[in-house]
């Protein structure tokens, strides 16, 4: 069938319109073949078939079922693995609530398709994220030979993003990984940590072969032969005092004495002394650039080792201090004692990923720097940041925006990484976040979200070409961006709706966002 044909088809079949582009779609990325006749593009309904059967085309059916026919599954960027939407530093630390690099490249590289009909950045371009994250704009950016400035109320967040895109002596960060490396296995090998975790290592796998053997457990599980939980409980207690004549015969203190700070509730005190160990060993490194990689490194790694089930990563909802019955892994787990396996695999991650993004670089600058983006003053900021990047900024001004600025009453940016800030000293300025979690979703929460993303928009016009193109990401689920666009003195010109396919959170319901693309409201070019 031709792509008009088979849309006809498709529309007939699945009782809803598919578009020609859709169709398309299908074809550039691989879900149906295409075939050639007397140069025209045609395809095989057998192979539609096959795919509106499939898992992906059933979860498009039933996404577009449940958030409506106006999402655009072109940006579902379905057809990428999670490494290419972690590529090279987009993964050298964790951070919730960014978005894909995928999505940045699409809406600010050169190409047009039938849904992004002009192009709106080129490179030579300045564009702006005045909610930085974990800097994903700032490195597509660089990538695509654009100059981008990013402003993050998080000293947190600008050590990430500014990590990301500087210029590293990749040879330098790896002579003090080495040491760093060698002085923490001595200090582990001193305080018994290793033996005493290798011999922990031995009993479990001796203890789980008898008490949780696999396959059998899981099928048992499944069959109801066992009560999952209890069972789990009972087996946990019953080798609690094998643990405990462990830590007596090696002489491990668990728990820390003050546990009143983040770092003294959620680490246990041989992981405690590590920390602060490596810590120590950063600070004495002179390079500037050099030290805050190996904050990066430190902090990825800290928060890898905090005293929690591997079910509750995510939420910390109880340290845990001793062997317990891990349902993720159907097994007796243990907690950490050493920070040093997981070091030792996010430096050499760090470091290839550097490596990566080397290669792709592009000679353009770009900065993040900590501000409230609703009153600073980027110019007068980007002079004792970058002032060759303040001079560009002079002569041709900021072409655009590309953010995604908070949701109401979703995430505390600062609480996500509190270990870092007690840590590294850095000063938390959790009453200047826009919507944190704490607020919550009420009205005067919504009212206080709106009135800051405006105030934002406000002061960033004031360094913004006349020409400007804003893209803000948002699940606009109060419709607040109406407002907030005519607030700002600005119009929605469009918008662009993705479904989210590859979210972190457990809960997997088909879920949706708005690209809102804005321009002045009067003299729209």
Not at 102 to 115: A, K, R, S, T
């Amino acid at each position: 069938m031709t792509i008009i044909d088979a849309s006809k088809w498709a529309s007939d079949y699945l009782k809803k319109k598919v578009t020609p582009s859709n169709i398309s779609y299908l074809i550039t990325y691989g879900r149906i073949h295409k075939y050639t006749e007397n140069g025209v593009t045609k395809v095989s309904r057998k192979d539609l078939l096959e795919y509106y059967q499939s898992f992906l085309g059933q979860r498009e059916i039933s996404w577009r079922s449940q958030l409506g026919e106006d999402i655009n599954w072109h940006l579902s960027f379905d057809h990428l693995k999670e490494a290419e939407t972690t590529k090279h530093v987009h993964r050298l630390h964790p951070y919730k609530g960014k978005f894909i690099p995928q999505l940045v490249e699409y809406f600010i590289d050169g190409h047009v398709d039938e849904f992004k009909q002009s192009v709106y950045f080129r490179p030579g371009d300045v564009i702006l994220d005045p909610f930085c994250g974990s800097g994903t704009t700032l490195v597509q950016a660089c990538e695509l030979g654009i100059h981008a400035i990013g402003i993050d109320i998080s000293e947190f967040n600008t050590l990430i993003s500014n990590v990301k895109i500087e210029k590293h002596h990749l040879v330098e960060v790896q002579r003090e990984i080495l040491r760093i490396t060698r002085g923490l296995k001595s200090f582990a090998e001193s305080h018994r940590v290793r033996e005493f975790e290798q011999a922990l290592l031995e009993k479990l796998n001796e203890f789980n072969d008898e008490f949780f053997p696999s396959p059998d457990f899981k099928r048992k599980v499944r069959q109801r032969v066992l009560d999952e939980e209890a069972y789990g409980e009972e087996q946990e207690k019953r080798f609690l005092p094998v643990y405990q004549e462990l830590v007596n015969a090696y002489g491990i203190a668990i728990e820390q004495q003050n546990q009143d700070s983040f770092l003294g509730k959620w680490f246990l005190q041989p992981v405690r002394r590590e920390i602060d160990l490596v810590n120590t060993m950063i600070n004495q490194v002179e390079d500037r650039a050099t030290r805050r990689v190996l904050q990066v490194i430190l902090s990825r790694t800290v928060r890898s080792c905090r005293a929690t089930t591997h079910a509750d990563l995510g939420t910390l909802v109880k340290p845990v201090t001793k062997p317990y019955y891990c349902s993720k892994h159907g097994k007796v787990c243990k907690p950490l004692f050493s920070i040093l396996s997981w070091w030792e695999r996010y430096s050499k991650d760090t470091l290839e990923r550097l490596l990566q993004f080397d290669k792709l670089r592009t000679n353009t600058h770009q900065r993040c720097i900590t501000g409230d983006s609703r009153e600073i003053d980027i110019l007068d900021a980007l002079q004792r940041e970058n002032l060759e990047l303040s001079e560009i900024v002079k002569r041709q001004k900021i072409k655009g925006i590309f953010s995604s600025p908070p949701y109401v009453g979703l995430i505390d940016y600062h609480e996500q990484h509190a270990y870092a800030y007690e840590l590294f000293g850095f000063l938390r300025q959790d009453e200047l976040e826009i919507g944190p979690l704490y607020r919550g979703q009420g009205r005067e929460a919504r009212e206080s979200y709106v009135q800051g993303i405006v105030d934002v928009l406000k002061n960033c016009k004031k360094f913004l070409s006349n020409d400007y193109h804003v893209f803000l990401v948002a699940n606009d689920k109060y419709n607040l961006y109406p407002a907030i666009a005519e607030r700002a003195g600005m119009q929605i010109i469009n918008q662009f709706k993705r479904p989210v396919l590859n979210r972190t959170e457990r809960d997997k319901s088909a879920y949706a966002e708005t690209i809102f693309h804005l321009r002045e409201k009067h003299g729209l070019v």
